[in-house]
């Protein structure tokens, strides 16, 4: 287990790829259900939705992510990767989510309010983060990797926002 959370611990610092990550079925179904574990608790306790809508939210994200990244892996003749790629990403997002938990809760308790500041290190270390990641996956320049990042978080973010209904 601690091997596995270096990996992800390294990527996440930008110090390796998702190259690093063992392909293995079940090391990625448990990353998947431990992210969306983690993304559902941490959106329960600091958002304001039920279960329902966060779940279902969650799940449209990283599916709508899992089919996008297929096709571009696919497109560039990649789709080889795709278990390491998507791995990498599901681990790290997790990795990323306790981290803004951890911020969040600790900012709650200082009874100081940075959620603000909070979102925007995170949406900017994601970006790099997933940018890296998509980079050494498709072969990628690390800027384009970024957009692409950026491009996915809002497109992945908008159609579960659309297909959950909310205002």
């Not at 270096?6 to 992210?35: C, H, K, M, Y």
Request: hydrophobic letters at 60%; proline letters at 1%.
């Amino acid at each position: 287990m601690q091997a596995i959370f270096s990996i992800f611990w390294r990527i996440t610092s930008l110090q390796d790829g998702p190259e690093t990550v063992p392909a293995n079925n079940t090391l990625l179904a448990l990353i998947a259900v431990g992210n969306v574990f983690v993304s559902l608790c941490v959106s329960l306790a600091f958002g304001e939705q039920g279960f329902a809508k966060v779940a279902t939210t969650i799940v449209i994200n990283l599916a709508a992510l899992a089919v996008i990244l297929a096709g571009l892996l696919a497109m560039m003749g990649k789709y080889a990767r795709l278990n390491q790629t998507l791995t990498a990403y599901l681990g790290c997002d997790l990795l990323l989510n306790v981290f803004i938990a951890i911020a969040i809760g600790v900012s709650k308790l200082a009874g100081v309010d940075l959620i603000s500041y909070i979102a925007l290190i995170a949406l900017v270390w994601s970006i790099a983060v997933f940018g890296l990641i998509f980079s050494r996956a498709l072969e990628i320049h690390m800027l384009l990797g970024s957009c692409l990042a950026l491009v996915l978080i809002i497109l992945t973010f908008s159609l579960s926002q659309t297909i959950v209904g909310y205002n």
